[in-house]
Each structure stands twice: as C-alpha cells, then as structure tokens.
C-alpha cells in the first residue's frame, strides 16, 4: 500500500516563503486593481463599449501565456557534497524552498513528494509533485535533476551539479519553466527571485552568479 506521510520543513526558510506569499498576494491584488482603475477610468472618459474593450484586451494581453523563464545560479555552501546531494534528494529540496515553503503541507507518496497548494480563499488548489534523479558523473561530481508536475503535466525542471571545492561545495543549478505563463506573472516572478535568495540564506548557502531570462 502506498505510504503518504507529513514532512516537517525548515522553519527558517519556511519564514522567507510565508513573507514571499504575503508580498506576492499583494502584487497580485494591485495587479487587478490597475486593471479595474484602467477599465473605470476609459468608462468614465468614453462610454461602457470602449471600456469593455480595454478591459478585454488587457486580460488577454495578462492572461496569454506567451512567456517562458529560464535560468541559471551558483551556490555555495560549507556543507560537504554528501549533505547538499541528501538535502537535494530530499522532500523539501533548497532549490524549491518556495515552493515547498508556500504549500499547506508537505507529503510523500512512494518517496515522491507534493506540495499541496491552496489560494483564492481555498477555493482553488494545485498538487506540484517532484520526481528526483540522481548520478554521479564521470569526474565524481554529483548531479540531480528535479522535475515538478502536476497532474502528470510538466512545469519545471532543476538540474543542480553538486563540486567539491575543497573548503567549500558548489552548486551549479539550471532551471526551466516548462509552462508558459502571462506578462501579470512577471511582477510576481521578480518578486520570487529576491525571495530565492533570502530562502537559499536561510538554508546556508551563499547565492553567485546567477542570470534569470523571460523568453517568448
């Protein structure tokens, strides 16, 4: 039979994620309020037809999924490689602290786990599940991939390459949305990548280089 436990999650990071998804409700919020204050404001200033329009146009220009982001960072951390790969392979993976972190639980079943989500006051949800590969390259570096769905549909991937840098370990992580989404989510997506940071900080490491691209 299968097994579906409850995970415990960092309460460090777990305090970064709750403040993202405050933040990030409230740039949803004044997202809709602009859209109704553009609507309000041609109503006024012409008449309902036009006003209609605009607001027509403005939640298909929103709503389209027309963009895709991609993106690469380099940890470090104190932590031998052994320890990064465990926590990797783990049910609350670093790289996924907000994820994970915004989930009303965390669970595992048959080892995979899910991050059962809710928003709109409960009255939506959305079940991210992770399924984890790992394998040790030819030149002994550790490299995991993570790719997250829902329903059986992709919408992520991570591919973390785990170094031995002496004194230190690196971690050179490759992510990619593999669902589209609309321009209202780039605020939100800006928003997340200065939350990441603050996660990865909870969770000990120190964020590099890293490039965040939005591509059509």
Excluded: C
Excluded at 54 to 79: F, N
Excluded at 94 to 109: F, K, M, S
Aim: glycine share 6%; net charge negative.
């Amino acid at each position: 039979m299968p097994s579906n436990d409850t995970i415990e999650r960092p309460q460090e990071a777990l305090r970064v994620a709750r403040r993202y998804l405050r933040r990030e409700r409230l740039v949803s919020a004044l997202i809709v309020t602009l859209v109704v204050s553009l609507f309000l404001g041609t109503y006024v200033t012409t008449s309902l037809l036009p006003a209609v329009v605009v607001a027509a146009v403005l939640v298909v220009i929103a709503r389209a999924p027309i963009l895709q982001s991609t993106g690469t960072v380099q940890l470090r951390t104190d932590d031998d490689p052994e320890t990064v790969l465990d926590a990797l392979t783990g049910p609350t993976p670093p790289v996924l602290a907000l994820q994970w972190g915004v989930a009303d639980e965390v669970v595992t079943e048959d080892g995979a786990p899910s991050y059962p989500t809710s928003y709109l006051f409960g009255l939506r949800s959305v079940v991210p599940t992770v399924r984890t590969r790992a394998e040790t390259t030819p030149n002994g570096q550790h490299r995991v991939e993570l790719e997250i769905t829902v329903k059986g549909t992709p919408w992520a991937t991570y591919t973390a390459t785990i170094s031995d840098a002496g004194e230190q370990t690196i971690i050179d992580v490759e992510y990619t949305s593999n669902r589209r989404f609309g321009l209202r989510r780039v605020p939100q997506q800006v928003l997340a990548e200065r939350y990441r940071d603050a996660a990865f900080a909870a969770q000990g490491f120190t964020v590099g280089e890293r490039d965040v691209q939005f591509e059509l």
